[in-house]
């Protein structure tokens, strides 16, 4: 994109095609000398150096090679092909005692036609490039799925984002808390996405119902659009506004989303930082969506990589707000939630590990 801008460029300030032509060939010698060789003299590439590659079929970019190095170079007449040579000779050494490949006798008659159409299967409607070889061989291309190849079922294949989008979807079915203190709606989306186990395994733990929003989807997404305030906003951010909306659908008595500067420590990094966005999105949902200016909104700010900051933070909030919550059952609360997600994470685990030895006998 930037070389065609900068011939254009110098087409505008008079420049000639021969001095154009002559620019181009150097700044591919010098691309491949600087930035992707990486040498920082001639000295690097030798004294006898040997050209290869379709590229230096051509003269100019030939000789501005020469040119930047300073010396003479040596281009053997099959240069376009010698990575098609190297590549024969090397299937040549390592060949087995059986081959797939074609004789001679087959290759005297041998068919290619190509033809290109358009798959009717479904409203993509991908263009396919089609390789007939004969003997019913062929090959297909432009298809965005299988279907076109003319397999329609599915090998049942491990699905890590299934398995675990109804893993998470699990945390959500009803609890059967009697009388329980309040039913607190959990959005579906962003950071509480991964936190589910913790916070459901939490907020039951007081005595509270939990309830999560839909997952997300398109009609989720309008129902909340109109209190997005920034369209250039993640995705999955603007999808909070919609789970909002169709928390207070469920008739919920509060929401709880909490703001959380830092995510879990999973000493993978030097740091643990949520991204901003994710930080604080709660600040913005409770200033733009009208509905929560008279609504229980509870967003406060935590901290779960610290257990015992958060433990304080919890104690404080929780018994603060509900007078019949005692500190003894926040801090049993904070044991069950910790223990939740680390028996979520060991599940996830698990499956992934399931799936690999799958692929591995596969």
Not at 142 to 153: D, M, Q, Y
Not at 292 to 311: N, S, V
Request: aromatic share 10%.
């Amino acid at each position: 994109v930037f070389m065609n801008s900068s011939v254009k460029q110098a087409q505008k300030d008079g420049a000639g095609i021969d001095a154009i032509s002559a620019g181009l060939s150097v700044s591919v010698v010098k691309n491949a000398l600087y930035k992707v060789i990486r040498a920082h003299s001639p000295d690097d590439l030798g004294q006898h150096i040997v050209v290869q590659g379709g590229t230096f079929l051509n003269d100019a970019i030939l000789r501005s090679f020469e040119q930047e190095i300073g010396r003479d170079v040596t281009r053997p007449a099959i240069s376009g092909l010698m990575g098609a040579y190297g590549a024969a000779l090397h299937a040549k050494d390592n060949r087995r005692d059986t081959t797939t490949l074609i004789g001679t006798d087959i290759l005297a008659g041998f068919e290619h036609n190509v033809r290109s159409t358009r798959c009717g299967l479904c409203e993509n409607h991908c263009n396919l490039t089609i390789n007939d070889f004969g003997g019913g061989r062929r090959f297909i291309s432009g298809n965005r799925c299988e279907r076109p190849l003319g397999g329609t079922k599915k090998a049942d294949l491990p699905n890590l984002y299934k398995w675990k989008l109804e893993k998470l979807k699990s945390y959500g079915e009803p609890s059967g808390i009697a009388n329980p203190i309040a039913k607190i709606g959990l959005p579906f989306g962003l950071n509480n996405f991964e936190l589910l186990p913790f916070w459901t395994a939490f907020l039951r733990k007081l005595g509270f119902e939990t309830v999560l929003s839909d997952v997300s989807t398109r009609d989720m997404y309008m129902q909340g659009q109109h209190s997005i305030p920034s369209d250039t906003v993640c995705y999955p951010a603007k999808l909070m506004h919609g789970h909002i909306e169709n928390l207070l659908e469920k008739g919920v008595d509060a929401i709880f989303y909490p703001c959380m500067t830092y995510n879990l420590d999973e000493e993978r990094a030097t740091n643990h930082y949520n991204c901003p966005v994710v930080a604080y999105y709660p600040e913005l949902l409770k200033a733009n969506v009208s509905a929560l200016a008279d609504f229980d909104f509870m967003m406060p700010y935590f901290e779960l990589a610290d257990k015992k900051r958060f433990t304080k933070h919890a104690v404080k909030y929780f018994c603060g707000k509900y007078p019949q919550i005692k500190k003894k059952q926040v801090i049993a609360a904070v044991e069950e939630a910790y223990l939740a997600q680390d028996e979520y994470y060991i599940d996830v685990r698990i499956e992934g590990q399931r799936a690999i030895r799958y692929a591995d006998e596969h």
